[in-house]
């Protein structure tokens, strides 16, 4: 697929044949609206993605979802070509470059703003150089030490994640006296980190890391206390679409509902999220979250006496 076409069925397209658009001005991070929560829409190109069972693994139907959640209204559309899930297998910077860098270049081509999903500075630094505008480390900068001179030195916006362990140990590490208030202590460990390293504050939004060494009753709890991670003085981005613990709440006849069956409730912790001050939310399904943040928005505006 050309990558300045619309897939069949977004937008305007009427046909199965692409429509071409006119280029758009480069995205950037500096332009994202402001006044309301953003919406960051995921693309998984992986063989492996516990969200689609690996839909998107090839370039063009990667670009193709891509397009149409940026058609739809996603303010950010994050790539990644490693999967983040417990037990994931390892991929080498080399094959993930592959996978994302062609979407990466025809997302940022089609006017969209793009983050890339990474825990390895190399292919980081392949994907700013590509076009993509943010950096999210779901690492939490506990794999590569690199990072953060990369950040500090590109002065691209950083999600810097809380994570223990990796995909393979992190379920293990999930034990928590005070769950909030033990992931504020990491993060601003890894914070300060990254301060070390000549990173600015206003580089680094914070992602709790919901699902990554953390259990149901965890995340329900750090969602319950996103006001304490404000002490943290960043933007919180909350990336809750589809995890494992909304499959486990709507369970019916004792079987966990499936990944694509949990959007509905991604979408009610999106206006959650967005009434307690989130900057941003990653969700698989745009359309209904990009509405959630609008109500939210528009509850938020003072009302106005007759």
Known sequence: ?????????????????????KP???????????????????????PDSFSDGGRHATADTAIAAGLRMFYAGADIIDVGGESTRPGAEDVSPEEEQQRV?????????????????????????????????IINDVS???????????VASSKAPYILTHRRG????????AEYQDVAGEVVAELAGARDKLYAAGVSQEQII??????????????????????????????ILVGASRKRFLGTLLTVSGKSAAPQERDAATAAITAISASRGAWAVRV???????????????????????
């Open 1 to 21: 697929m050309d990558s300045l076409a619309a897939a069949p069925g977004t937008g305007p397209a009427t046909s199965p044949l692409p429509v071409l658009r």
């Open 24 to 46: 758009r001005p480069v995205a950037r991070f500096e332009d994202l609206p402001s006044g309301r929560t953003l919406v960051m829409g995921i693309v998984n190109v992986t």
């Open 101 to 133: 860098i062609p979407v990466i270049e025809a997302l940022v081509k089609a006017g969209a703003l793009v983050s890339i999903d990474t825990i390895h500075a190399s292919t980081a630094a392949a994907a700013l150089g590509a076009g993509a505008a």
């Open 140 to 150: 939490g900068l506990t794999m590569e030490p690199e990072m953060a001179e990369l």
């Open 166 to 173: 990796d995909a393979r140990t992190m379920n293990s590490l």
């Open 206 to 235: 914070i992602d709790p890391g919901l699902g990554f060494a953390k259990n149901d009753a965890q995340n329900w709890e750090l969602l319950q206390n996103l006001d304490r991670l404000e002490s943290l003085g960043h933007r």
């Open 284 to 306: 698989h399904d745009v359309g209904p979250s990009l509405d959630a943040v609008k109500v939210a928005a528009r509850m938020a505006t003072p009302r106005t006496t007759q």
